[in-house]
């Protein structure tokens, strides 16, 4: 505050000693002349000198006080409109006007500043409420400021994206032009995602829009999947189907024995075509949310204990034991309960039918690190005694309708696509899948799940 008081006088100090020597150095000159010549005697002319000086000083201090309120109230005008200062009174004649000038200009600052900060709080609000990210970059292609969908789609990737090639070309060519630019890019990991992105120059900064057309793509590429999955694989049990309905319509007409064989096939082809549409279908529908990992936090030892319940009329169909740990301690971690519900039930599933009968299945969870993993989250494993999977066959486990024993694979209702529903799933959930596999030794399938700091 004296700094100001001080600031304000330096401005003030010499406008009222000039109007000091305007007032009293005529004055002075005259009184000195006349006294010089005689017409007045030197201690009148010493006090009539000495009242238009203290004249001359109060007109200046008066002058200098009303310069300094001059001054705060600009100050306040260009750098406080809002804070005003408590001494707003003038007392020169003229500088009042000039006052109520100055006030009344302080009062349109602030109104307009107002409308400024209302409107650059709404333009704030809007594009923090944008569905699509939306990122603010310095010109090396820093994060200066990114909304809460940039922050939400991408969090930890955020540098993974913007050290893309193609979004590094995108931002020189910004550079270099001067004009927007639009890309589509895709990424490849953590998962593969279908990126629009367009780049704005503002002045100095600029502005990176994100339109995610994964989805889009996943709808586009699930209709032509699933024409052409389902044309292959429906082709055989539908050439049965109509092959039996012919033959009961002809040489079984009469045969009660041959049409209760027929129809029990007919029923099984039949089944075979709904789980094979339905494993489809819940394909498609991981697929297209894929790019979206799950937000919602949950306990698994609870998921577990009810797919386990839920197995339990086919494990005591086969003899088989369900071994299962997974200790109520375990961390709380991000996941979609019907997905890793599906997950478990096919991984159980499998075991089941290629494991040993009357053996064992142990479903594991646990939280101990893994060095194959990376720190923190959650391990789970299911593990069986059966006949194994040979080596080579274990990297195309994944794909859509492969299968180690196709004639086994079908006789005994598999569809193959269970583990690419477990894969999907799995890629959903920012997780990994292991599996582990010796002829004769049985097989374990371990899921990773990522903790909630990731």
């Known amino acids: 505050?004296?700094?100001?008081?001080?600031?304000?006088?330096?401005?003030?100090?010499?406008?009222?000693?000039?109007?000091?020597?305007?007032?009293?150095?005529?004055?002075?000159?005259?009184?000195?002349?006349?006294?010089?010549?005689?017409?007045?005697?030197?201690?009148?002319?010493?006090?009539?000198?000495?009242?238009?000086?203290?004249?001359?000083?109060?007109?200046?201090?008066?002058?200098?006080?009303?310069?300094?309120v001059m001054t705060r109230l600009v100050r306040a005008l260009r750098t406080a409109p809002e804070a005003l200062p408590v001494d707003r009174h003038l007392m020169v004649p003229g500088m009042s006007d000039l006052g109520a000038e100055a006030l009344r200009l302080i009062h349109a600052e602030r109104l307009l500043r107002g409308r400024h900060v209302a409107n650059a709080a709404e333009d704030r609000a809007l594009v923090e409420r944008l569905p699509d990210p939306l990122m603010k970059l310095d010109a090396d292609g820093r994060v200066l400021w990114r909304n809460d969908s940039a922050l939400i789609a991408f969090g930890t990737e955020t540098a993974a994206l913007l050290r893309h090639p193609d979004i590094r070309a995108a931002l020189a060519e910004v550079l270099s032009g001067g004009k927007p630019v639009r890309r589509e890019i895709v990424l490849a990991v953590p998962m593969k995602r279908d990126l629009e992105i367009t780049m704005i120059p503002v002045g100095g900064p600029l502005y990176m829009l994100v339109s995610d057309r994964t989805r889009e793509r996943a709808l586009e590429k699930m209709r032509a999947d699933f024409i052409a999955n389902s044309s292959h694989e429906l082709r055989t049990p539908l050439a049965s189907l109509i092959g039996f309905i012919e033959t009961l319509r002809g040489p079984a007409a009469d045969d009660p024995e041959a049409q209760q064989k027929f129809l029990s096939i007919m029923a099984e082809q039949a089944a075979r075509m709904q789980n094979l549409i339905g494993d489809l279908l819940s394909l498609s529908k991981i697929e297209i949310s894929e790019h979206s990992p799950p937000k919602d936090l949950l306990h698994l030892p609870p998921l577990l204990e009810r797919i386990a319940a839920g197995m339990e009329p086919m494990l005591k169909a086969q003899g088989t034991t369900l071994v299962m740990e997974a200790p109520d301690a375990l961390p709380q971690v991000p996941a979609d309960a019907d997905q890793l519900t599906q997950v478990f039930t096919n991984l159980l599933d499998n075991a089941l039918k290629y494991g040993k009968p009357g053996g064992v299945i142990r479903l594991n969870a646990t939280a101990v690190a893994d060095t194959r993993f990376p720190p923190g989250g959650v391990a789970l494993s299911v593990a069986d005694d059966g006949i194994g999977i040979?080596?080579?066959?274990?990297?195309?486990?994944?794909?859509?309708?492969?299968?180690?024993?196709?004639?086994?694979?079908?006789a005994i209702g598999g569809t193959g696509l269970g583990l690419a529903i477990v894969k999907h799933v799995v890629n959903r959930h920012r997780g990994r899948l292991i599996i582990d596999s010796d002829p004769g030794q049985g097989t374990v399938f371990t899921i990773w799940l990522p903790g909630q700091n990731r």
């Not at 040979?390 to 079908?410: A, M, N, Q, W």
Request: hydrophobic residues 55%; aromatic residues 10%; charged residues 20%.
């Open 390 to 410: 040979p080596r080579e066959h274990i990297p195309r486990l994944t794909e859509r309708f492969y299968r180690v024993d196709k004639g086994r694979s079908r």
């Open 1 to 68: 505050m004296a700094d100001t008081e001080e600031a304000s006088w330096e401005r003030a100090g010499p406008a009222a000693f000039a109007l000091f020597l305007a007032l009293a150095a005529v004055p002075s000159v005259v009184f000195a002349l006349l006294t010089f010549l005689g017409e007045l005697r030197p201690p009148v002319a010493l006090a009539a000198w000495a009242v238009c000086s203290l004249v001359a000083v109060g007109f200046a201090l008066l002058l200098g006080r009303d310069i300094m």
